[in-house]
């Protein structure tokens, strides 16, 4: 069992920055990936970023690709996820997630922080 624990939400306005972080416990051995979604009001749960836990390869959803920086500590088993030049469209409830393997999808999923932008 891994229980991903996310902090670092807020409130900020249109142009600055924020960094979430998302710390993962309670399994010994590495997993495959860790990622961010994010939920809007009114909308479905999407992709913002990940990151392979083996070599750090990362990937960005189109609309934050250049803003958003995630970066992995792997003797924290910890991710952070940077946030740049961010937009009252990013307002949303980001939730860290665990994917256990490649054969998986993402399965461990955290409580989610609230990033609040304002215009």
């Known amino acids: 069992q891994v229980q991903p624990v996310e902090s670092g939400g807020g409130l900020v306005q249109a142009g600055g920055s924020l960094r979430l972080s998302c710390a993962a416990s309670g399994r010994t051995f590495s997993w495959f990936a860790m990622g961010w979604f994010r939920q809007a009001p009114g909308k479905e749960r999407e992709f913002v970023a990940s990151?392979?836990?083996?070599?750090?390869?990362?990937s960005y959803a189109d609309s934050v690709r250049g803003r958003f920086t995630l970066s992995r500590d792997i003797a924290k088993n910890m991710v952070s996820l940077q946030m740049s030049t961010l937009k009252p469209e990013d307002t949303a409830v980001y939730y860290c997630?665990?994917?256990?393997?490649?054969?998986?999808?993402?399965?461990?999923w955290g409580q989610g922080t609230q990033v609040t932008v304002s215009s």
């Open positions: 997630a665990v994917r256990s393997s490649l054969l998986t999808r993402f399965d461990y």
């Open positions: 990151i392979t836990w083996s070599d750090g390869f990362t």
